[in-house]
């Protein structure tokens, strides 16, 4: 097992459309994903995709916390191949973070509710409708797999910042104070 590096933004891989896995029986890709999970637990993030530890294929993970997620908790999830249908038309705007723009976090509209497709580490089908944070956080890590970093989604860029200096704003400290 190894803790693997993070590209950042503005590195190739994470623009690339990636590949996906054709055999889920392959050592090499269950490495990956083994990896993948001690890569995320060591960053504290929610979820992570391949091409953010350089790999172009089609695999996510994530998990979603219950105080996130209105007391809904889902563990560790593994999706290879993954496909996203929204189910109506419904947008939610909030903030996102990700482990490729350290630091940084911006409002972000998204689906809120949507129907997930995708294969587990073992090859088993998983489909599951998600809405909410759950939801958010699935179609972020899927546009990884795409080549999308969450700016490209925003519509107002005035929004992004620091989560140090929007947290610190929201908590009305001043500056000199
Ligand atoms: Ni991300």
Not at 31 to 41: G, P
Not at 58 to 70: D, Q, T
Request: hydrophobic share 40%.
């Amino acid at each position: 097992m190894a803790i693997l590096k993070i590209a950042r933004m503005g590195h190739p891989v994470l623009s690339r459309v990636a590949v996906p896995v054709s055999d889920t029986k392959n050592p090499e890709f269950l490495r990956l994903v083994v990896d993948m999970m001690e890569t995320l637990a060591d960053s504290g993030g929610t979820g992570l995709a391949a091409p953010q530890v350089h790999i172009s294929l089609r695999v996510v993970i994530f998990k979603v916390s219950a105080l996130r997620n209105n007391g809904e908790a889902f563990p560790l999830t593994v999706l290879v191949n993954p496909r996203i249908e929204p189910l109506d038309d419904e947008l939610q705007v909030g903030y996102e973070g990700c482990l490729s723009l350290p630091g940084l976090t911006g409002m972000v509209p998204r689906h809120r509710r949507i129907r997930y497709w995708g294969l587990s580490a073992e090859g088993a089908p998983v489909e599951r409708v998600a809405e909410g944070f759950h939801a958010r956080v699935v179609q972020h890590e899927c546009d990884h797999l795409d080549g999308v970093l969450y700016p490209q989604r925003m519509d107002d860029l005035a929004t992004l910042g620091f989560v140090e200096e929007i947290r610190r704003a929201a908590e009305g400290v001043t500056e000199g104070e």
